[in-house]
């Protein structure tokens, strides 16, 4: 269970499940790699009173072991509810690619689709994508669907996320 911060902006209030730290693992694979591999991950949703939630994604790579191997793609950006229950995500990516994703919000399910993709000269291609985030038995399940380096929209990327107590380090939240 989450509370609700009394200085949420109130167009945030279908947004509002997901602020807080989140931690966990998933998967990932594509065709363009040599093989699949599973992460670590750590998103940070937080507000300071004005109507978006900033946002922050980094990921890791596991070994057998769940020892974090090296870090591996990272992520900040703004989420900006707009009327109807409709989102924009704007996200940058230090490879080199920025994003505008726009969605709608139902209940604790957001589905968002790429708008635009611009990168620089030397960041891989990419070219669309879809994401589905979802509140699930109070864990925050996702999932990145991707086109890029030639390749049709296809699976890349999920994971599945306990919300992180006030206080408790990341890593403990399976023992809360």
Same mark, same amino acid.
């Given at each position: 269970?989450? !509370? %609700? ?10 947004? #509002?499940?997901? *602020? ?22 750590? %998103? ?10 900033? $946002? ?16 591996? /793609?990272? !992520?900040?950006?703004?989420w900006r509810p707009r009327p109807n229950r409709e989102v924009e995500v704007l996200l940058a990516h230090p490879t080199g690619f920025v994003e505008v994703w726009v969605g709608r919000v139902t209940g604790a399910k957001i589905e968002?689709?790429?708008? *635009?993709? #611009? ?8 070219? /669309? ?6 509140? *699930? ?5 996702? /999932? $990145?669907?991707? #086109? #890029? ?5 296809? /699976?890349? *990327? ?15 939240? !399976?023992?809360?």
């Open positions: 269970m989450f !509370e %609700i911060s009394q200085d949420l902006h109130p167009d945030l209030m279908p947004l #509002a499940w997901l *602020v807080g730290k989140w931690e966990g693992e998933g998967v990932g694979g594509y065709p363009t790699l040599d093989e699949d591999f599973r992460f670590a991950q750590e %998103i940070e949703f937080s507000h300071n009173g004005k109507p978006f939630l900033a $946002y922050t994604s980094r990921t890791w790579l596991l070994d057998e072991e769940n020892n974090r191997v090296r870090p591996l /793609a990272s !992520e900040t950006g703004y968002l689709r790429t708008d *635009v993709v #611009a990168r620089t000269e030397s960041a891989k291609e990419v070219n /669309a994508g879809h994401r589905l985030y979802g509140l *699930v038995e109070g864990d925050l399940l996702w /999932a $990145y669907d991707m #086109a #890029a380096m030639g390749q049709p929209l296809q /699976a890349h *990327v999920s994971a599945r996320l306990r919300r992180v107590r006030v206080g408790e380090e990341p890593g403990d939240s !399976e023992n809360a």
